[in-house]
């Protein structure tokens, strides 16, 4: 980058490098004052102050300041946007050791599938990231921020996942800049989806802040919804498939926790093209009957279900208004369609699989009907208490199919929407364990805060600190209790 469009103005000066200051000032090789909480040096720059030892101090709160992309609501964080030339471009050694992290370990967070299958996404990514330098710093921002959770005192780690988050975001608004200005062909467009979709990855997976998300979502949603009204085939269908999936399952989700920050409307159409069963624009060769996606699996009418459900909810509680006779009536007939979705195999489960994958699936989609059923019955009746018959017989159901899951078992990494569900209606200490312990399982394989978050959320509950748990649910449900966090 042309010291002309630096994003920060920096002064000739003679400076050293610093030994004991913060992290931020030696990995910038800047003489630190070592003032705390934040250096002068990082609060100058507006960047995150960090310390090498055990005992860091707090960090103090600054007002959050976002430059946003012009028609996308597109925001760089401005401590990345400062950083973004700092650094020196890490070396090919870094690159090289951060790409196979990612072929390693990106089946954990995007693939549901067991077997050979479990990686079958990598034959799209991987071809992606040597075609396009875009996609590529992606995958390393992602697997650098991952890599520092198991290297922590590695400066040189830290410093190239700072390095190619700032280049991937830089990189990230001028693509979406062009294609705003002059379009692109289909499989650019597919790429710089793809580019966004991976961002948000990187922020579920190496959790810092909701707020940090939700902007990539809205900007996936403006990006998607162009493709609908395309009346050519993608020129990758598996692919398109593996972006529509990763997608839907971010959107519903997000949607049940923090609906009023997301585009609704740009993103109720993209789910329902995807999640139905009809063929549609946005994926033209799709099966009439449901398909497996690398992530949702069989599961993608629930997940639909799921986001109608918040999405109405989310309105009625955006406008402050009371469910209506109306809204309850559509909420019970999404209850009644989950019932009708049940899986009649299930009872005979330990003789009627042989295959790993169709278990997994089977039961996963059990799991998210079971938690969305007691989701919507708590909505419908909010006097329905939870130690009464009708929810504690579907949460013994839950607990049981979960307890079959074998806990390395690939679709337990999205099952922290189901688990919080379930566990906010738990009276037992027994089935509260069971879930807990899952989650604890979970966030082995995973290591994002988010579960760890979602963990502390329950003890909360179940200890009595949330009226939520009481028999006197407000007007809205569950989602009376306001979530800090995504449940995914």
């Known amino acids: 980058m042309e010291s002309d469009t630096l994003p920060l103005q920096r002064k000739k000066r003679q400076s050293q490098r610093s030994?004991?200051?913060c992290i931020m000032c030696r990995t910038r090789k800047k003489k630190c004052d070592e003032l705390h909480p934040i250096c002068t040096g990082c609060q100058r720059n507006g960047l995150i102050c960090e310390w090498p030892s055990a005992e860091r101090p707090q960090r103090r709160p600054r007002r959050s300041q976002h430059h946003h992309l012009p028609q996308m609501g597109y925001a760089l964080p401005p401590h990345i946007e400062a950083m973004i030339t700092v650094f020196a471009v890490p070396n090919a050694d870094m690159a090289s050791r951060l790409l196979s992290h990612f072929t390693d370990y990106s089946p954990r967070w995007l693939s549901t599938r067991t077997g050979r299958r479990r990686s079958e996404f990598l034959n799209h990514l991987i071809p992606a990231a040597m075609d396009s330098p875009l996609i590529l710093k992606c995958m390393l921002t992602v697997s650098a921020a991952d890599l520092i959770k198991y290297d922590p005192s590695n400066v040189g780690l830290k410093g190239a996942a700072v390095e190619y988050y700032g280049q991937a975001l830089a990189s990230l608004r001028e693509a979406i800049a062009d294609e705003e200005r002059s379009g692109s062909s289909p499989s650019v467009a597919d790429y710089t989806l793809l580019a966004v979709l991976l961002i948000c990855l990187h922020e579920i997976q190496?959790?810092?802040?909701?707020?940090?998300?939700?902007?990539h979502l809205n900007a996936a949603a403006a990006l998607f919804s162009h493709k609908l009204d395309a009346t050519t085939a993608p020129p990758n269908s598996q692919l398109r498939q593996l972006l529509s999936d990763l997608f839907s399952y971010f959107f519903a989700l997000t949607t049940f926790t923090h609906g009023p920050h997301l585009a609704l409307h740009r993103g109720s159409s993209i789910l329902e093209s995807y999640l139905t069963t009809t063929p549609s624009a946005l994926n033209p060769n799709k099966d009439p009957s449901p398909g497996t996606g690398a992530i949702l699996g069989t599961a993608q009418q629930i997940f639909l279900i799921i986001f109608r459900a918040s999405h109405l909810i989310q309105l009625a509680k955006q406008t402050h208004t009371p469910l209506t006779a109306a809204m309850k009536t559509k909420l019970a007939a999404m209850e009644r369609q989950l019932h009708a979705l049940q899986n009649k195999t299930l009872?005979?489960?330990?003789?009627?699989?042989t295959n790993v994958e169709e278990q997994g699936d089977a039961i996963m989609s059990e799991l998210y009907r079971l938690a969305c059923i007691l989701y919507l019955k708590r909505t419908i009746d909010p006097a329905l208490g939870i130690k009464g018959h009708a929810i504690q017989a579907i949460v013994t159901d839950f607990i049981r199919l979960l307890e079959l899951l074998p806990p390395h078992h690939p679709v337990n990494c999205i099952l922290c929407w189901p688990l919080v569900v379930a566990g906010l209606c738990t009276t037992l200490h027994a089935h509260q364990r069971v879930i807990t312990t899952r989650l604890g399982q979970?966030?082995?394989?995973?290591?994002?805060?988010?579960?760890?978050?979602?963990?502390?959320?329950?003890?909360?509950?179940?200890?009595?600190g949330d009226e939520l748990h009481s028999s006197n649910v407000g007007g809205y449900g569950m989602h009376d209790l306001e979530f800090a966090m995504v449940l995914l």
């Open 19 to 21: 030994t004991t200051g």
């Open 206 to 215: 190496n959790f810092t802040s909701v707020h940090r998300l939700l902007p």
């Open 442 to 464: 979970i966030y082995g394989v995973w290591t994002s805060d988010l579960v760890t978050m979602s963990m502390e959320l329950l003890r909360r509950v179940q200890a009595g």
């Open 347 to 353: 009872p005979p489960f330990k003789q009627g699989y």
